[in-house]
């Protein structure tokens, strides 16, 4: 009996091409073919049919799912023989390149919230308590509003939340309406030179700063949320979050509400503390969000006379750098002044601008306005467009 004789008409690898695009990755939603996931696509004589995909890593656990979903919509082509997947490794320009990608697509898709389309948003994420996280947004903050810019600051560690103590903010959070009549926080403003702060915390809708929260997961997400739709943040230049130690619900929150926002990672010199730091920056990359760079805090101890000591080790922000290509933006070294300061509420860089640790803040401050994520400066209808661009088609 002779073999039977190939189709008179098989499919053309842009015909592969255009059914592959339904093929969503099942983590991002978006097509494999607009993500740059296929690598080749080879149409043997008989049909058969072989495409290669590009993974982010070798051992990807979703690629069975994407292999099921590639052959389930080959075989609905006319002539279409079997269906071969072969993988490969995306390059670490393919993975950024895929990032940018998934980011975009995530920010044309992510419900609205208050936030304004040309605020830059900064979290601020540290891998455990105790590294000084807060102190920091605290600090930049009041050094960015120092430039004369407005500055919003969202204390997002709401079970461990020190913003409204660090930045002397007392009373409760108000409310008004607006036009449409749906009710809104409003932030407490504070004045730094020519610029403003805006600060939201759970500090500021209880009783007292002692009072314990014994909320789930799902719960600060949803308080999260509310803090970014609910709150009448009007235009600001940035928003940094204070985030919680670790990586839970609201940082996985915060990568669906506001994809635009990139991590500044706090750690510091200890080995510890960086391995730990390293899951932050780790989470942030899986989120696709980009990690701004490395803080390293509590760099050396300077003594009243002047030396340093390197009581807690050295180069853990150096080597956390190193780890997620991102750069190693400041050593703040522990001074008394800082922790004073928070106490009294009067961050170090407005308290003691010459201090050690005010200078080296304020020089990240500077980094991140002049050359980092400097501030969207637009006429009314550049910002229009921008704010276009960041809505679904």
Sequence with gaps: MSAPSPPSKIPTPDDVRGVLGGVLDPELNVSIVDLGMVRDIRVEPSGDIVVKIALTTAGCPLRGQIANDVRSKVAGLPGAGATRVEYGEMTQDERSALMQRAR?????????TAVPATTRVIA???????????SITANLAAALAARGLTV??????????????MLGVRGR????????GKGKIVPHEIPVGAGRLRVVSMGLL???EHTALMWRGLILA?????????????DLDYLLIDMPPGTGDIQMALSRLLPQTEMLVVTTPAKGAQKVAARVADMARRSYL??????????????PDGSRHAIFGSGGGARLASMTGAPLVG?????PAVSDSGDSGTPVVLAAPESAAARELAQIAERIVTELFPPVEMSGCTARIFELAQKPA
């Design 104 to 112: 975009l697509h995530a920010s044309r898709n992510a419900p609205p």
């Design 124 to 134: 601020v994420g540290s891998g455990k308590g105790g590294v000084g996280k807060s």
């Design 152 to 165: 919003g600051v969202l204390d997002a560690d709401i079970w461990g939340f020190s913003i409204p103590r």
């Design 173 to 180: 959070l108000a409310g008004i309406k607006t036009d449409d």
């Design 206 to 208: 209880v009783d007292d």
């Design 222 to 234: 949803k308080a999260l949320e509310q803090f970014l739709v609910d709150v009448a943040w009007g």
């Design 290 to 303: 980009k990690v701004l760079g490395v803080v390293e805090n509590m760099s050396e101890f300077v003594a």
């Design 331 to 335: 050593a703040v070294p522990i001074e």
